[in-house]
């Protein structure tokens, strides 16, 4: 199986593999951004992980740096086939419904059942001893896509592809065959650990969350609140 040199890979760094590496994260718009210098990407309805690949062995961290590994046991047969000795693979652990859509419900009461879980994963920040984080996001998915070529589109381990440009329209197909959003990053932005606006997340569903403080029982006898 043919490896990448990530020696000739943009921007990469030689460096020792991080033992955490915090995730970058998306800040929720109103509507996706315009332009061509942005990729779009289906939301998963999931749990947000960084699997760290290291001889053979994969580890789960989960986005608050919780070592989640015993959870995806499952997964470490198809990882172990990727063509790299170390690499940090970012993506979202989910459980997909008869017609391919992530389902949180679905991934909450399979934990612990052997139900078949899917890594979806969308980025490459470490591959073979060098660090990607200041590699574009553009080439990164190039190198991820070449990664993960020989991996099935069905099986558990998953490129998650890309549009470029025409999010307002992305956005719209996505929300009728009933995803929960999508993410639109930056082509040309490097990997920061940080939450900002090189990526941002639109939710097709807009809801807001309450806290109810107090209330005064109805006076007539009618069930709810007064």
């Not at 990607?132 to 070529?149: D, G, N, Q, W």
């Amino acid at each position: 199986m043919t490896r990448i040199d990530p020696k000739k890979i943009s921007g990469a760094r030689k460096t020792a593999m991080p033992d955490f590496l915090p995730p970058q994260l998306a800040t929720l718009a109103k509507e996706p951004p315009t332009g061509d210098g942005w990729l779009h990407e289906l939301k998963f309805d999931g749990y947000r992980m960084h699997c760290h690949l290291n001889k053979g062995k994969a580890r789960f961290w989960s986005r608050n740096g919780k070592d989640w590994t015993e959870r995806f046991l499952s997964l470490e047969k198809p990882l172990k086939k990727l063509p790299a000795t170390t690499a940090i693979l970012d993506g979202e652990i989910v459980v997909v419904d008869p017609k391919g859509r992530s389902s949180f419900q679905r991934l909450q009461q399979s934990m612990g059942s052997g139900a078949a879980l899917v890594f979806q994963v969308f980025d490459v920040i470490y591959l073979d001893g060098y660090l990607l984080t200041r590699t574009p996001l553009r080439e990164r998915k190039a190198v991820l896509e070449e990664l993960l070529s020989k991996s099935s589109s069905t099986g558990p381990v998953r490129y998650s592809d890309h549009i470029e440009g025409n999010g307002a329209q992305f956005f719209k197909q996505a929300c009728e065959y009933g995803i929960e959003g999508i993410v639109s990053k930056m082509a040309d932005s490097f990997y920061e650990s940080t939450r900002n606006k090189n990526w941002l997340k639109v939710k097709c569903n807009k809801r807001q969350e309450f806290v109810v403080v107090g209330y005064t029982p109805s006076k007539k006898g009618f069930p709810g609140f007064g």
